[in-house]
């Protein structure tokens, strides 16, 4: 391939899979690793690195809005990035293990894996109904897990608060972890950990969410960046591309029938995950 | 400034540096010399220690440097931001959060001062 070709390759793919990920809340890094390792051959490792480096980008690109509109809950985030950070620690180091024992065929397992946890979610989002909101803990007063928002479609401001800050720390020590294993953001089980564990507003729970996957993944990308799986031009060229899909994807978001989307990411992401799997078990 | 519109002009800042880098990186990559614009080429970071990148751009600004720089700017941004988040919740004196965010910056440097796994 000239570079120029492979340039344009590069950047289309990871501007349609930056788009989708924005679309349907997973991010880019499901979509992109898949198709690098199995369409464009790039080394698993490279895949991961690229992946992971541009969701550093979409985070910043994306959360500045919310951020600004406080949707962004920065105070709970904050305090969650703890868990984060030391997962993503632990994740990258664990992959770092791997990848250095030539094992790179377990990667591939466990990304087929968490690719059909993830389809299961999604189909999940589309059937979950309004539970009802558990009453303030100790912790919502001793962390001051309190916040308030502007909902622009109810057209009123929403008060809320946050509980059981424990059990949303665990699970977003695993978001962290399958982060930094795997070099993708890992907003799915971040939003997980605050809207079902912590039982926040899934408006702020998505937007804290963006704005915590930047922290996140500096963190194993600087273990990355150590073990070389950082290959310049295809992680620029994806951190480009992933931007613009998913700068274009929020612009679209707020038309779009979520219903139909959900559907056809929940087929490509079985499909993805399947031929990880294979490809893991038969390479 | 409230610590949101602070974190706001940070990742703002971060993004744009981070952009014009990578922008500036791949046009020289595409017009120059191209060894390294090949999915398995043997170019990666870890020949460009994060901790040298600062003495060897400004001797010999090559594409790949820039690239790394662009690269660079873009963990750095998360890293500015919760010292940033550190130095506010000391000035507030909220203990709580400052003891949180510290550990976070703590476990960022960790990751990037750690040496790597060879077996």
């Known amino acids: ?283 | 400034m409230e610590l949101e519109d602070l974190v706001v002009l940070v990742m703002r800042a971060g993004l744009l540096v981070s952009v014009a880098l990578l922008i500036g990186g791949v046009l020289m990559t595409l017009l120059g010399p191209t060894g390294v614009a090949d999915v398995r080429s043997p170019v990666n970071s870890s020949a460009y220690p994060l901790s040298r990148l600062l003495h060897t751009l400004p001797s010999a600004p090559s594409a790949v440097a820039v690239m790394f720089m662009g690269l660079a700017a873009l963990l750095a941004t998360p890293l500015i931001r919760v010292t940033l988040a550190v130095l506010e919740f000391a000035k507030e004196g909220d203990w709580i959060y400052l003891g949180l965010t510290f550990l976070v910056l703590l476990i960022l440097l960790i990751s990037l001062f750690l040496p790597s796994i060879r077996v």
């Open chain 1, 1 to 283: 391939m000239s570079p120029d070709f492979l340039f344009t390759v590069l950047l289309l793919v990871s501007a349609v899979a930056g788009f989708v990920g924005s679309l349907t809340g997973l991010g880019g890094g499901v979509v992109l690793v898949p198709v690098y390792t199995l369409v464009l051959g790039v080394p698993i490792e490279y895949a991961a690195g690229a992946s992971l480096v541009s969701t550093i980008a979409t985070s910043l690109g994306t959360s500045v809005a919310y951020v600004r509109d406080r949707i962004t809950n920065v105070r709970i985030g904050m305090s969650l990035e703890v868990a984060t950070s030391l997962g993503a620690l632990t994740g990258s180091l664990a992959v770092a293990l791997i990848y250095s024992l030539g094992l790179q065929r377990l990667v591939y397992v466990v990304f087929g894996a968490v690719l059909l946890l993830s389809s299961y979610t999604q189909m999940k989002v589309l059937t979950t109904a309004r539970r009802a909101r558990p009453p303030p803990d100790r912790w919502t007063k001793r962390l001051r897990l309190y916040g308030r928002y502007y909902d622009a479609l109810e057209g009123r401001e929403v008060e809320y608060y946050g509980v059981r800050w424990w059990l949303g720390a665990l699970v977003m020590f695993s978001a962290g972890v399958v982060s930094g294993f795997l070099g993708i953001g890992g907003g799915a089980l971040k939003v997980l950990a605050m809207d079902w564990a912590m039982a926040l507003p899934i408006k702020v729970s998505t937007a804290t969410s963006n704005f915590m996957i930047g922290v996140t993944a500096a963190t194993s990308s600087a273990v990355y960046w150590t073990h070389g799986y950082i290959q310049p031009f295809l992680a620029s060229a994806t951190a480009l591309g992933v931007l613009l899909g998913a700068f274009a994807g929020s612009r679209i978001l707020p038309r779009l029938k979520s219903r139909s989307v959900r559907l056809i990411f929940t087929a490509i992401l079985i499909i993805l995950g399947l031929q990880m799997i294979l490809r893991g078990v038969w390479s």
